[in-house]
């Protein structure tokens, strides 16, 4: 699997607990996509990579540190109760080593909050930190496993880790099965990002405890369909195989966005419209050959309709793996 190693120049500092005759493990580098589930009917099972990224630059040093930039600075800048440090550190301990101080630089472009995967990046991040500087010999399932316990979502860990589109499940506590695989044709995306954020646990209270089998048969017909319309390369099986009888008419409610901008469904080069994770963005799947700045204006202009703003971001499945094979 791909992935940018490209470790930073050697600063001379003697990190944490090592003796000198053990080797300094080497500067780290790591390029996390966020990513989509849930894909309308594919609840809980599909999530497809963006082309948004954390980026991560690692070393070992005499004591943690954080230099951020990028999209929430000052959220990813913060030593205490830092998401990445905290499971860095977890993972180590529960495996009896001692977690070697690390000084980190973050780049990040994915909103965090919001139904993009900010959180299933950063568990990667710190499971692949941990496995390297640990020398941990963990398999990239045993990787997705344990960020999917973590974040009980194997779809979301599953495309951030391996990129493309994945559909995933959990095998055991630890593992996660995974098929991966890269849509046909070109997909164009464009991501509406509220400002308001909402978290997971909000959006499945609204969920019911019991669904009826046509509400079940029909989510798992349009699954069926949303795979082969990627597959294919078949635009015209999208718009239709998104409808979704499982969370998002529960979580519309939360998510304004998405009955707003539903509306727009095949119309103005606009494929189809999905809820993008638990929301409260909205990922909207385009022509490929749209006109981006007809769409965002549609768009723009549907939303001052409704009384909602949005941040329109275009961007892209990604395509390559981000998954390490440095261990």
């Known amino acids: 699997m791909e992935h940018q190693l490209k470790p930073f120049r050697a600063t001379g500092e003697t990190p944490y607990n090592m003796s000198k005759k053990a080797p300094t493990p ?113 398999s990239d399932s045993r990787i997705i496993g344990e960020a999917s316990r973590r974040e009980h979502h194997p779809d979301n860990a599953a495309a951030c880790w391996m990129g493309g589109l994945a559909v995933a499940r959990m095998l055991s506590e630890t593992e996660a099965q995974v098929a991966r695989f890269l849509p046909k044709g070109n997909w164009p995306l464009l991501l509406a990002v509220p400002e308001q954020t909402l978290f997971t646990e909000e959006a499945r209270r609204v969920l019911p405890a019991q669904y009826s089998r046509a509400d079940a048969v029909t989510n798992i017909q349009n699954s069926m369909l949303l795979l082969a319309a990627l597959v294919q390369g078949n635009p015209k099986l999208l718009g239709s195989a998104l409808a979704d009888r499982i969370h998002q008419p529960y979580r519309a409610v939360l998510c304004p966005l998405l009955p707003a901008l539903e509306k727009l469904a095949g119309v103005s080069g606009i494929l189809g419209v999905a809820l993008s994770g638990a929301g409260p963005s909205v990922l909207i799947f385009l022509e490929a050959k749209a006109s981006l700045t007809r769409v965002q204006a549609r768009v723009a202009e549907r939303l001052r309709t409704a009384g909602l703003t949005a941040e329109l971001i275009p961007t892209a499945i990604c395509a390559y793996s981000n998954a390490t094979k440095h261990r």
């Open 26 to 138: 080497a500067a780290l580098h790591l390029t996390l996509p966020a990513t989509s589930a849930n894909l309308g009917p594919a609840f809980d099972a599909a999530a497809l990579a963006m082309r948004l990224f954390l980026k991560i630059g690692a070393r070992p040093a005499k004591e943690f540190s954080i230099e951020a930039s990028g999209r929430d600075a000052e959220i990813c800048g913060r030593l205490e109760n830092h998401l990445i440090l905290t499971t860095y550190r977890e993972i180590l301990r529960a495996e009896g080593k001692n977690p070697l101080p690390l000084a980190l630089r973050l780049d990040n472009q994915i909103p965090i909050g919001k139904g993009c995967g900010s959180s299933a990046a950063a568990r990667l991040a710190a499971i692949a930190l941990a496995v390297h500087f640990g020398k941990l010999r963990w």
